[in-house]
């Protein structure tokens, strides 16, 4: 019977702190593993997700590193960690924010239905209105984008994402200022960009020996580190600005991800 109004009454799990508010409304979510409790998302799948955020709503965490939302395995998966009963870590409705919170272990069913089996950790209604700020997303799996689907990316990480198709750091999205490491899975890691703009690509792990990561969109790259023997941009790039690609980076610690080249 808690409000939600104050830290002492706090509504939990995190799921139920989402049916009350509106747009213009923000709300923060304590330090904490986030692992109960599913929702339906709002493209209507069969795919459940741990947090549905309402349109126009922000949901803010208070420790980027300590807020937590977890999703779930499938109980029977596939070869490619995908299965029916998959939980997914956030969908974002229209003009919706998420900032300062890690999502990790978010998953999607296996196959070609976007609502279904795309994004494991975030899932966006709209890429020019749902955003992802500094936060964390690692360990997602999704069959055609593991760490995000149509959102915009500014201040993040995404880290050991797997795409079984397409996408294990995301598709459709938009990169700022955004450290992407250890890709696993298909040679497309970002495929369907618009922009990768003051970014590094570090520790690739996919299973192809070219990585053309932004093949199927137009995408402008800019200011962008690429530490990877495999990266060629071999198509869709609109345009390549301050763009520098280190032969045997394999390895990288986690730069500032505001860092200009």
Request: glycine residues 12%; charged residues 20%; hydrophobic residues 30%.
């Amino acid at each position: 019977n808690n409000d939600g109004w104050t830290p002492e009454t706090a509504k939990k799990p995190l799921v139920e702190a989402m049916k009350g508010p509106v747009a213009g409304d923000t709300v923060h979510a304590a330090a904490g593993v986030y692992a109960d409790g599913t929702v339906a998302d709002g493209a209507n799948s069969s795919t459940k997700c741990r947090v549905n955020v309402p349109a126009g709503v922000t949901l803010r965490g208070d420790d980027r590193d300590g807020t937590i939302i977890e999703g779930k395995a499938p109980s029977s998966p596939d070869k490619y960690g995908l299965g029916a009963d998959a939980v997914r870590g956030v969908y974002l409705s229209a003009n919706a924010k998420l900032c300062n919170l890690t999502v990790r272990k978010g998953y999607t069913k296996n196959g070609n239905l976007a609502a279904e089996s795309y994004g494991g950790g975030v899932f966006g209604a709209n890429r020019t209105t749902c955003f992802v700020e500094d936060c964390t997303i690692r360990d997602c799996y999704g069959s055609r984008s593991g760490g995000g689907h149509s959102v915009t990316f500014n201040r993040c990480r995404l880290l050991d994402n797997y795409g079984a198709s397409t996408g294990a750091a995301g598709r459709g999205c938009s990169y700022y200022n955004t450290y992407i490491s250890g890709c696993k899975g298909n040679y497309r890691p970002m495929q369907d960009s618009t922009a990768f703009i003051n970014c590094t690509y570090a520790n690739d792990a996919t299973d192809s020996e070219i990585v053309d990561p932004f093949q199927g969109a137009n995408v402008t790259v800019a200011n962008s580190v690429f530490l990877c023997d495999k990266v060629q941009l071999k198509s869709y790039v609109v345009s390549l600005k301050n763009v520098v690609f280190v032969k045997g980076g394999g390895v990288a610690a986690f730069p500032p991800v505001t860092s200009r080249f």
